[in-house]
Nanobody
Framework: QVQLVESGGGLVQAGGSLRLSCAAS????????MGWFRQAPGKEREFVAR????????YYADSVKGRFTISRDNAKNTVYLQMNSLKPEDTAVYYC?????????????????WGQGTQVTVSS
């Protein structure tokens, strides 16, 4: 079992930046592929970014490529999502997720554990 707690969401103007954090507790954090997903009102949850267990193998959705950066600090059991040049369409609840089988997936079904989410609102 692993518990995930996101933080860092909030209200920001278009063009601004936020950094989300996801703190993990429980089993060895470095065993997990970590991902970020988001869900806007009335829409399905969508993939944002993922990172392999050692910090490599990053991959991004086309909609955030070049603006968002995923990283992790295994010593702190934390994964981050740096979000720059934010747009109103980035408004959503952002979730971090952990995959215990290191599958490097980009679909929600691959991930075993989820945080409770943190709201990001980008005003125009």
């Amino acid at each position: 079992q692993v518990q995930l707690v996101e933080s860092g969401g909030g209200l920001v103007q278009a063009g601004g930046s936020l950094r989300l954090s996801c703190a993990a507790s429980g089993r060895t954090f470095s065993d997990y592929t970590m991902g970020w997903f988001r869900q806007a009102p009335g829409k399905e949850r969508e993939f944002v970014a993922r990172i392999g267990w050692s910090g490599g193998r990053t991959y991004y959705a086309d909609s955030v490529k070049g603006r968002f950066t995923i990283s992790r600090d295994n010593a702190k059991n934390t994964v981050y999502l740096q979000m720059n040049s934010l747009k109103p369409e980035d408004t959503a609840v952002y979730y971090c997720a952990a995959d215990s089988r290191r599958r490097l997936g980009i679909t929600a079904s691959v991930y075993d554990y989820w945080g409770q989410g943190t709201q990001v609102t980008v005003s125009s």
